[in-house]
């Protein structure tokens, strides 16, 4: 059985948001009846075995699942990402394992002498992806999906392979060799994407994607330009704009993840990328400005949805999301919200029901 009793309802909801017709929101919450009862597995000594073992990952994410309560949107999927951006692992770098992300050494340093990028399907990290991919297909048994994990593109995925710092220079004095990297880092993209795919794609052609807990009936991703912060719009428009736009049209459902307000400069050329199908917001709220649910951020959902795009809130309070509906409308808004008890969940969305 699988773990949320109305997937066929969310399922339907989830691409009507994508066509930007209704409203989705994902609430999550301890559930008050475990889906199954079972043990928490032990955790490994070596932080290394916490973020590599497939065992360990399927069995503890498959714990958590049974404890939790997915409503509106939310579903069940084992997130098998190992760091944001791990592609650059396939195609050389080393990562560096932290308690909560993961960090990767540059591997790319001689611009002049470097091969082309490319996948290596011997890779020991790609090999270790598809491991932990596999071991989840095992132990879901069809009681949840296994995700796609955070892959990430672009420049992101440069700056990992040759430094931020090193990066920002090449685009100055090495215009041309950043496109030629940025063309294979999308081919690489693309096949190590297609092969996940091909595992992990469900009953209705859909994937799960780790970040921002979305789900499409097709290839379904978030993609992003983080180190666009730091460029100017120029920049992002000749050296992002035209490998995103490939991406987007390569897949059939896109979220772009809009990273701080200094990425803000950027989405006018966002919200021209016809084929980009939504745009996620994410607040520096660790700098002290206010969570995705803020009215500080209406008239910016309200610049989104006018372009025709979808947008997604995150770090919504329950409290802040029927304001948030009232202000900025709920065609195409996807709320994103958790709360202590599966009550306060269930009472929540009786009372955004009017919405649907």
Not at 179 to 201: H, L, P, Q, S, T
Not at 228 to 235: D, L, V
Not at 267 to 280: F, G, T
Not at 301 to 309: E, F, H, N, V
Request: net charge negative.
């Amino acid at each position: 059985m699988f773990w949320k009793e109305d997937w066929d309802i969310a399922r339907d909801r989830l691409t009507k948001w994508w066509e930007r017709k209704g409203l989705a929101i994902c609430i999550t919450a301890p559930k008050e009846i475990p889906w199954e009862d079972m043990p928490e597995p032990k955790r490994p000594d070596d932080l290394e075995a916490c973020w590599t073992d497939p065992v360990w990952r399927a069995r503890n994410d498959e714990f958590h699942i049974s404890r939790t309560f997915f409503g509106g949107e939310a579903f069940p999927y084992f997130d098998t990402w190992m760091g944001p951006g791990n592609l650059a692992t396939f195609i050389g770098s080393t990562p560096k394992f932290s308690e909560g992300t993961v960090w990767f050494e540059e591997c790319t340093t001689n611009h002049e002498s470097h091969p082309p990028l490319k996948l290596e399907e011997s890779n020991r990290w790609w090999e270790n992806q598809l491991a932990i991919i596999e071991e989840g297909l095992r132990v879901a048994k069809g009681r949840f999906l296994v995700g796609m994990p955070d892959l990430v593109e672009n420049l992101d995925i440069l700056a990992s392979l040759r430094g931020t710092q090193t990066v920002l220079t090449d685009l100055i004095e090495r215009p041309g060799f950043v496109k030629e990297r940025i063309g294979e880092i999308n081919r690489v993209f693309f096949e190590a994407f297609n092969a996940i795919y091909e595992r992990i794609k469900d009953n209705y052609s859909g994937n799960a994607f780790s970040a921002f807990k979305i789900w499409g009936p097709g290839k379904t991703a978030k993609v992003q330009c983080d180190i666009s912060a730091m460029i100017s719009p120029e920049h992002f428009v000749e050296f992002v704009v035209p490998s995103l736009a490939e991406q987007c049209r390569w897949l059939d459902y896109s979220l772009f993840h809009l990273d701080g307000t200094n990425c803000i400069c950027h989405l006018p050329h966002l919200m021209a990328i016809k084929e980009l199908d939504a745009i996620q917001w994410t607040p520096q709220t660790c700098a002290g400005l206010p969570g995705g649910g803020s009215k500080e951020w209406y008239n910016l959902y309200r610049k989104i949805l006018s372009a025709g795009k979808g947008v997604q809130a995150t770090g919504v309070t329950i409290e802040e999301v029927e304001p948030l509906i009232e202000a900025v409308g709920h065609k195409g808004l996807f709320i994103m919200t958790t709360t202590g008890s599966e009550k306060d969940a269930r009472r929540l969305l009786k009372r955004v029901e009017r919405w649907r």
